[in-house]
């Protein structure tokens, strides 16, 4: 059995998604959700995601890179972002840039924003 290393911020954001999606009356709430098909029997993990009227919701924790994004919403019916530092997850489309360090929303496309940027860690503008 393979073990998932998360940091006690990650765990807690998690925790917070959980309660985000029974709050939102979603059913079948797991972490680690396995999407699509891979060389391991699946191409990705969601962090947290649910079923709610048979559409698959998902909360992505932290940073998360927009590749990863945009490939996990073709699975989705509605994906959301809980970054670091905040309580509510808010919802996210593909026209969202959001910080790969902390999962923040950066801007829009097309308004001065790359689809892939760096972290604002990396350009010394976090938050
Ligand atoms: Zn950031």
Redesign the pocket.
């Known amino acids: 059995m393979k073990t998932v290393y998360d940091t006690p911020q990650h765990l807690e954001l998690k925790r917070k998604s959980v309660l985000f999606l029974v709050q939102m009356g979603c059913l079948s709430i797991e972490t680690e959700y396995k999407i699509g098909q891979g060389k391991n029997g699946y191409a990705f993990r969601a962090d947290v995601a649910g079923i709610k009227d048979g559409k698959l919701i998902v909360v992505e924790c932290g940073g998360t890179s927009m590749w990863k994004l945009n490939k996990l919403l073709p699975f989705v019916g509605e994906l959301y972002i809980l970054p670091h530092g905040q309580d509510k997850p808010f919802k996210w489309n593909a026209n969202m840039v959001i910080?790969q360090?902390?999962g923040?929303l950066k801007g829009v496309v097309g308004a001065g924003y790359e689809r892939n940027p760096r972290?604002?860690?990396a350009l010394n503008i976090?938050?």
């Open positions: 910080c360090g902390c923040n972290s604002h860690k976090y938050g």
